[in-house]
């Protein structure tokens, strides 16, 4: 019984140790991030923005409008989900780019979290060196840096991060059941896609 118990603790404490390393990493190299302004396209969603600059009032009105829409009546994209970040963000805190890059981390970094549970449960029995080095080269991979920089890139890292929870949701039915995760599962995709 002991011996079960050390090895238990073990391996959580094994869990415990990839989780610190891997997200200490991606926040520590993508940490400079926070002091960029406000780049070209950012504007599109945040600064005098028709709607997310209205705070949560606009919420409905975001669900029923395109993504960009100017005065000469071009319009293009759905992605209701990610304006009523920025709307929810600004009625908080205003046009505070400081915020939108934070928000911008912290949501590449639950991404990163969701990667790495997904991969705890895949490898069971696997190598925790085999997760370790893919969760660290997933975490600081040049190829993620444009859209943790980019403050209206957030659709892209939303979208990534639910579907990696659905994963997890998916993942976890498959083990255990329970037919609520089957509709937590469809909730969390339909975000992903919105």
Do not use: W
Request: charged share 15%; glycine share 4%; aromatic share 16%.
């Amino acid at each position: 019984m002991a011996k079960s118990q050390e090895i238990s603790f073990s391996y959580f404490s094994q869990k415990k140790i990839i989780y610190a390393i891997v997200l200490l990493l991606g926040t520590v190299v993508y940490f400079n991030t926070l002091k960029n302004g406000y780049n070209i396209d950012d504007e599109l969603v945040t600064i005098n923005h028709r709607l997310t600059s209205k705070g949560i009032s606009a919420i409905p009105e975001i669900f029923s409008s395109p993504y960009y829409k100017d005065e000469m009546g071009y319009s293009f994209e759905y992605r209701p989900v990610t304006l009523s970040s920025f709307a929810i963000e600004h009625q908080f805190f205003g046009d505070n780019v400081f915020i939108s890059h934070f928000l911008n981390l912290f949501l590449y970094i639950v991404t990163v979290f969701f990667f790495i549970k997904n991969l705890f449960v895949l490898n069971v029995k696997g190598s925790k060196y085999f997760i370790l080095f893919s969760a660290l080269l997933f975490a600081v991979h040049p190829m993620h840096t444009e859209v943790i920089a980019s403050i209206k890139n957030r659709d892209e890292l939303l979208s990534l991060m639910f579907s990696l929870i659905a994963l997890h949701q998916s993942l976890i039915f498959l083990l255990k059941g329970n037919f609520l995760r089957l509709l937590i599962i469809v909730i969390l995709i339909c975000l992903g896609l919105l």
